[in-house]
């Protein structure tokens, strides 16, 4: 039983799991699946402001997406140190080569230390890397009225076309970067 801890869970089942938590929440407490609207609720819930945008019930309206939230970090946490798994991480030999040639050389952990050391954050690319993709990420959920996990999973699952816009356009962005922005960048 702990074996499937350690070990990734299959498509076929971890998919209609994620599926079926939409329902869930809708027949259980008429919520909707996402994770970007953390942000406004812990504003919301911690700093006072006169802005009509963050003077709402946020412990009415977010304090379970907050659970929630609290439960992926926990969740990676988890997985990352407690469950981790002792084998490498599988990554093609053409990816490599492709990273390779960006001076990404380091593939021993769950992410290059060549882009996630602390060395790497603190230089300037870091902080351009940083600052401009957390600023993308915000402004674009925002934007789409909602993240990728929000519009992925909720949204196409109820049909809606402004998510099959949306992801489609972070698709294309997420193209866009790698083949366009990251070069530049490396």
Not at 113 to 123: H, M, N, R, W
Request: net charge negative.
């Amino acid at each position: 039983m702990i074996e499937l801890v350690y070990r990734p869970w299959p498509w076929w089942v971890a998919g209609p799991l994620i599926g079926l938590f939409v329902p869930i929440l809708l027949l259980l407490g008429n919520r909707l699946f996402g994770v970007s609207a953390n942000l406004r609720h812990i504003c919301a819930a911690t700093l006072p402001s006169p802005t009509e945008y963050l003077r709402y019930d946020w412990k009415g309206k977010g304090g379970w997406n907050l659970a929630f939230a609290g439960g992926i970090v926990l969740g990676g946490f988890l997985a990352g140190y407690v469950f981790a798994n002792p084998e490498p991480i599988a990554i093609a030999a053409a990816t490599q080569a492709d990273l390779s040639a960006l001076g990404i050389t380091d593939f021993e952990g769950l992410v290059p230390a060549d882009l996630f050391a602390i060395e790497a954050l603190s230089s300037l690319r870091g902080w351009i890397v940083l600052g401009l993709g957390g600023f993308l990420v915000g402004f674009g959920a925002a934007w789409a009225g909602g993240c990728t996990s929000g519009h992925g999973i909720a949204g196409l699952g109820d049909l809606q076309l402004p998510s099959l816009i949306a992801i489609a356009s972070f698709f294309v962005g997420g193209i866009a970067t790698t083949h366009l922005l990251l070069p530049l960048l490396f």
